[in-house]
């Protein structure tokens, strides 16, 4: 049962008074799961993708621009100031900049084009690029990471860049665990697994954790049965058209520059760093 002082609206409204300014949708979502004001009835953590959807329902209530919300009565002036303080505004793109993001974005989320992960060992190129990844059924996924992805209407949960090598960063790393992907750490908290303490103790690198090697095939495992990959070899701008992309389909298991970032797999995340930076 929910035992709310309040309805999710009423703690946005209640937040943005106290703040006195426009906030993101990440730093609202991180608010109220701090403060409590509002819960919901699986105790699962409010999510930036919900406040996107309840700030958009009570637009006599909310003033959106971008991932900003702000009360009616609110400026965005302030927020904007310091947004443009911290990175300048990138230049506008030219049609053709913007024709060639549309066709490479295609050809990447082009569902005809991917494979299953465990038979792309001998595919995946030496050379730089853009790789996708989306798993076959959203129920393979542990009960509060499902009902988000359905949420979202699609089945991509991961996007990311290769700067020097496809299969160095996007098969090795990622998908084998053969170094310090990103998305092998995310899949792996996601799925429940731990990494052992104390391991990162010694370390220079306080934060790429590694699991066991017995967890570590037992991932590798569930990523080979569950999910699908697709990738397109570019050696240009792969920083922005990654940002792009994740702009434009927000997968579920990209934090930076996404922002339906789930809170849920930051705290997972972070939990998987403490452990193995714990001495004790």
Same mark, same amino acid.
């Given at each position: 049962?929910?035992?709310?002082?309040?309805?999710?609206?009423?703690?946005?409204?209640? &937040?943005?008074?106290?703040?006195?300014?426009?906030?993101?949708?990440?730093?609202?979502?991180?608010?109220? *799961?701090?403060?409590?004001?509002?819960?919901?009835?699986?105790?699962?953590?409010?999510? $930036?993708?919900?406040?996107?959807? #309840?700030?958009? *329902?009570?637009?006599?209530?909310? #003033? #959106?621009?971008?991932?900003?919300?702000?009360?009616?009565?609110?400026?965005?002036?302030?927020?904007?100031?310091?947004? #443009?303080?911290?990175?300048?505004? $990138?230049?506008?793109?030219?049609?053709?900049?913007?024709?060639?993001?549309?066709?490479?974005?295609?050809?990447?989320?082009?569902?005809? *084009?991917?494979?299953?992960?465990?038979?792309?060992?001998?595919?995946?190129?030496?050379? $730089?690029? &853009?790789?996708?990844?989306?798993?076959?059924s959203p129920s393979a996924l542990p009960e509060v990471f499902e009902k988000e992805l359905r949420q979202r209407e699609h089945n991509i949960i991961y996007i990311g860049k290769a700067s020097r090598s496809l299969n160095r960063r996007f098969l090795n790393q990622e998908l084998r665990a053969r170094g310090h992907g990103t998305f092998f750490r995310s899949i792996g908290c996601v799925l429940g697994y731990k990494p052992p303490k104390g391991s990162l103790v010694n370390k220079k690198n306080k934060n790429n954790f590694k699991f066991r090697p017995e967890d570590e095939i037992k991932i590798i495992r569930w990523i080979n049965e569950n999910l699908i990959v697709n990738w397109i070899e570019y050696d240009r701008e792969v920083i922005a058209i990654e940002s792009g992309l994740i702009l434009r389909y927000k997968p579920l298991l990209n934090l930076d520059g996404n922002p339906y970032a789930l809170v849920r797999l930051r705290t997972l995340r972070s939990v998987c760093k403490q452990i193995a930076n714990s001495e004790n």
């Open positions: 049962m929910e035992n709310n002082i309040m309805t999710l609206h009423e703690a946005i409204v209640k &937040l943005l008074k106290e703040k006195g300014r426009a906030m993101t949708l990440s730093e609202i979502a991180d608010a109220i *799961n701090i403060n409590k004001w509002y819960t919901k009835r699986d105790s699962s953590l409010i999510t $930036p993708f919900q406040i996107h959807g #309840r700030t958009l *329902n009570y637009s006599h209530l909310f #003033r #959106r621009q971008g991932s900003l919300v702000a009360l009616i009565d609110q400026s965005f002036e302030g927020v904007e100031r310091q947004i #443009r303080t911290k990175k300048p505004p $990138p230049k506008k793109a030219t049609s053709k900049a913007v024709t060639s993001f549309t066709s490479l974005a295609n050809k990447l989320m082009d569902k005809s *084009n991917f494979k299953s992960a465990g038979k792309v060992d001998s595919e995946v190129p030496e050379n $730089p690029g &853009l790789y996708c990844i989306r798993i076959k």
